[in-house]
């Protein structure tokens, strides 16, 4: 007999009255000699089904392996439920034991745990409620990215992860190596012979797919990278991780508008696909952890994005009479209480800020004509500040290399990037999106360890 | 004006008479002092369009720049083309240029290149047929992937590229750090005090997401896992990568015949997809590379496969009468000559072989009662030989706890993996996939370099 998925047996009412089999994990078991009550859940729902045992038919022996954390296989009729809280249950006919779970070391008992304690068993909390809702909206978001680039035609391009330029200049890089570190071979002046070393040269791994995502583009016309990211920076904070996963579309052809319209039909589309797929979930966490996330949730999707320049930002943050933590003026790099200002208590939608000053913003983007901003464009959103940063990049071969020259970028790491702009050169554009920016959004979660399966922050590369 | 993609403009008929705009890269000029015909291609389809200028409306100048691999933007009348092989072209009623190449410098001129020149400029490469071609390949077949197992309520998982384990065991590793390697700090017995490094101990890129992906599967119920992995063999062969992306389904409740449907079902899924939606591309690298390509992926989505034991496998290749390079019998690893020649020759159909002895395979792989043979299964290709490799799981807690011992894997990288079998542990399977050569099966390219945008191997990573 072919065991039925728990979320099968939940929604599909033709199932009521036949006989099924369900094989997942003990939740929860109560009741009394007469009658033994089981939650039961396989990861397909956040929902459980409930297994009733009329203990006429079982012994106690029987059921006394069955404790939460143990996994079971039971055959039964599926019928309507009598309870509160159910659609249907199942009647059980006859049980088997897959493996227990013993009450005494099992850590996930009834009981509830903080989310610091569960990150210590990363490698078990997806068994609980709370991870299984947060993985599987991950899941869906993922799925939704996929999708929203496919039906648009863009090809989904696997950038390098190792690699030996480290002109990408967005934070500090983990080496690669396969050198033997207590014997390292040395040149004549006594430096690292990394001639020995695997690729012949130091390498590292990267910080972003961007630049080869326009080799990408200027090729294949529209590409999407989504993949992981290493930043090695000694941040031990709730938003920063040091291995996580970014999404860089990359578009010939595109200027800085046409970047802004599909930046902003995409974190619709991705937020929009996960209320419409996973919102048993997204509920399921709103009730736990955030009662105005559905909420936020559908004022993004529904709200057409506020779209200005950093120069008029600033001009209302100035005249705002609020006192900031930090100081804002033209020139400043913004902070996440004056995005959040912009976004949640003056224009009470998500904003889009574009024409940044070209000092705090990166060597590739197109440069406007009065010599002091840049086409970048930062995409804000209400509780987190900045979810998508991006910009047209400059295709001007020469105005690119002065600015490269002024940085002083080494040009061995460059002379591929600049042969895009050598041959035939377009105008283009791009974003980044760091994925678990965004599925904090969407899961309403605080800590980014929380919403990826095995976080790898400073000290912590356990499982 | 909006511009039209390529591969709108050749099949979209509503367009014909329409006014477009055209964005692209130039392939080719020719023609002669009354009428030029432009090959114009933007990466959306490996086909080109033709623009038609009037030498009448444009000046010798004006077309000067628009030589191979210059970038125009035209506006003109989409027409039915007089021509041979073209459906559709425009005639052009106004010109400009976004970017020239010259011809001098420009590496991509008219005539063909070999795939050897064209890997020492991997960042030029994704602008000619072949290399578009595959990569849109590779594309098709990533969404292919995702979209199987999100249809079928699969999980996509996120596991870790750095890891602290060092017992997956699949192979070389490299090294991970943050120590500045001239200057390496030293513990009191003269060895690299690790407590300094990033995360407090020795780390390494991952070979296989497979462990972690069963802490998902036990929690979530069905995952995949779909990301880069990294092996830091020494190996320059037309089949190895260091860097490579690899598909990892691992399943709860799964046992080897629901883990060899699967993995059937997956893989002719794939390529049906990929059928059906890159024909154009396929056909492509078919007439450049491999007259049979087409036959023999329609000859894997056809076919049932053979399903049977190593053991039985062993024994027809040794009643085969074939002298093989490396003699084969009860015990050896087969070479990629015996699974061709079971495949291509004894079968004439792709080949599961099952149940191999238990010294060659992983120690994770589900032992089977006559206590030399482990529930492995190999999918085995045409052309390739093993395309997939996978098992059921042991999950008995003992009997894999004795295995490890057996091996002498270090207990500290295990615990983790052995709460699994410790808790509610259940009967799964799964199995993996190496990206790039189902990308090599499904183009007919022979050099796995040939099919991943920015190659890794020994001494290169360039880009």
Redesign the interface.
């Given at each position: 007999m072919k065991?039925t998925?728990v979320?099968d047996l939940l929604k599909d009412a033709a199932l009521i009255g036949s006989e099924v089999l369900a094989?997942?994990?003990?939740r929860t078991r109560r009741g009394n000699k007469h009658v033994q009550f089981v939650q039961l859940n396989?990861?397909?729902t956040i929902k459980n089904i409930q297994i009733v045992f009329d203990m006429a038919k079982f012994t106690d022996e029987e059921l006394k392996p069955v404790t939460t954390?143990?996994?079971i296989c039971v055959r039964g009729l599926l019928v309507e439920s009598q309870g509160k809280g159910q659609t249907c249950e199942i009647q059980a006919e006859s049980l088997e034991v897959?493996?227990?779970?013993?009450v005494e070391?099992?850590p996930l008992q009834k009981k509830g745990h903080t989310l610091e304690f569960l990150r210590e068993i990363a490698?078990?909390r997806?068994?609980t409620n709370t991870?299984?809702a947060v993985?599987?909206v991950?899941?869906t978001l993922?799925?939704a990215i996929?999708k929203f680039f496919?039906e648009r035609?863009f090809?989904?391009?696997?950038?390098?992860?190792?690699?030996?330029s480290d002109c990408e200049g967005a934070g500090?890089m983990?080496?690669?190596?396969?050198?033997d570190?207590?014997n390292?071979p040395k040149d004549e002046e006594g430096?690292?012979d990394y001639s020995q070393d695997?690729?012949?040269?130091p390498?590292a791994?990267t910080v972003s797919g961007q630049l080869?995502g326009e080799?990408?583009a200027?090729?294949?016309?529209?590409i999407y990278t989504f993949?992981?990211t290493?930043r090695?920076e000694?941040s031990n904070t709730p938003r920063h991780l040091?291995?996580f996963?970014m999404i860089e579309p990359e578009m010939?052809?595109y200027d800085i508008t046409d970047n802004m319209d599909l930046a902003e039909e995409f974190v619709k589309y991705c937020i929009n696909y996960a209320l419409e797929h996973s919102l048993d979930d997204i509920t399921f966490l709103q009730e736990m952890y955030d009662k105005d996330l559905i909420d936020r949730l559908k004022f993004v999707v529904n709200n057409d994005f506020v779209r200005l320049s950093y120069g008029e930002g600033v001009k209302i943050l100035e005249e705002s009479g609020r006192k900031f933590e930090f100081p804002v003026h033209w020139g400043t790099d913004l902070q996440s209480e004056h995005e959040r200002y912009l976004v949640e208590e003056h224009f009470k939608k998500p904003v889009i800020l574009t024409d940044y000053p070209k000092e705090i913003k990166a060597f590739y983007m197109k440069q406007n004509e009065d010599g002091k901003t840049v086409r970048a464009m930062d995409v804000l959103f209400p509780h987190i500040g900045e979810i998508i940063g991006g910009s047209e990049r400059e295709?001007n071969y020469d105005k690119l290399l002065a600015r490269i020259e002024e940085l002083g970028i080494p040009m061995k790491d460059m002379w591929?990037?600049l042969?895009?702009?050598?041959?035939?050169?377009?105008?283009h554009s791009g974003f980044g999106l760091g994925f678990e920016r965004l599925v904090l959004f969407v899961t309403g979660m605080t800590n980014i360890r929380d919403v990826?399966?095995?976080p790898?922050t400073?000290?912590?590369?356990?499982?």
């Amino acid at each position: 007999m072919k065991r039925t998925k728990v979320v099968d047996l939940l929604k599909d009412a033709a199932l009521i009255g036949s006989e099924v089999l369900a094989k997942g994990w003990v939740r929860t078991r109560r009741g009394n000699k007469h009658v033994q009550f089981v939650q039961l859940n396989d990861g397909s729902t956040i929902k459980n089904i409930q297994i009733v045992f009329d203990m006429a038919k079982f012994t106690d022996e029987e059921l006394k392996p069955v404790t939460t954390g143990s996994s079971i296989c039971v055959r039964g009729l599926l019928v309507e439920s009598q309870g509160k809280g159910q659609t249907c249950e199942i009647q059980a006919e006859s049980l088997e034991v897959y493996g227990t779970a013993d009450v005494e070391s099992y850590p996930l008992q009834k009981k509830g745990h903080t989310l610091e304690f569960l990150r210590e068993i990363a490698h078990l909390r997806p068994r609980t409620n709370t991870f299984g809702a947060v993985l599987r909206v991950r899941s869906t978001l993922a799925f939704a990215i996929h999708k929203f680039f496919n039906e648009r035609g863009f090809q989904y391009l696997h950038t390098p992860l190792i690699t030996a330029s480290d002109c990408e200049g967005a934070g500090a890089m983990f080496q690669v190596t396969t050198l033997d570190l207590n014997n390292l071979p040395k040149d004549e002046e006594g430096k690292v012979d990394y001639s020995q070393d695997f690729f012949g040269k130091p390498t590292a791994l990267t910080v972003s797919g961007q630049l080869e995502g326009e080799l990408g583009a200027t090729a294949l016309g529209q590409i999407y990278t989504f993949g992981p990211t290493f930043r090695a920076e000694n941040s031990n904070t709730p938003r920063h991780l040091s291995e996580f996963w970014m999404i860089e579309p990359e578009m010939a052809f595109y200027d800085i508008t046409d970047n802004m319209d599909l930046a902003e039909e995409f974190v619709k589309y991705c937020i929009n696909y996960a209320l419409e797929h996973s919102l048993d979930d997204i509920t399921f966490l709103q009730e736990m952890y955030d009662k105005d996330l559905i909420d936020r949730l559908k004022f993004v999707v529904n709200n057409d994005f506020v779209r200005l320049s950093y120069g008029e930002g600033v001009k209302i943050l100035e005249e705002s009479g609020r006192k900031f933590e930090f100081p804002v003026h033209w020139g400043t790099d913004l902070q996440s209480e004056h995005e959040r200002y912009l976004v949640e208590e003056h224009f009470k939608k998500p904003v889009i800020l574009t024409d940044y000053p070209k000092e705090i913003k990166a060597f590739y983007m197109k440069q406007n004509e009065d010599g002091k901003t840049v086409r970048a464009m930062d995409v804000l959103f209400p509780h987190i500040g900045e979810i998508i940063g991006g910009s047209e990049r400059e295709e001007n071969y020469d105005k690119l290399l002065a600015r490269i020259e002024e940085l002083g970028i080494p040009m061995k790491d460059m002379w591929w990037y600049l042969d895009t702009r050598r041959f035939g050169t377009v105008p283009h554009s791009g974003f980044g999106l760091g994925f678990e920016r965004l599925v904090l959004f969407v899961t309403g979660m605080t800590n980014i360890r929380d919403v990826i399966p095995f976080p790898r922050t400073p000290g912590k590369a356990e499982f």
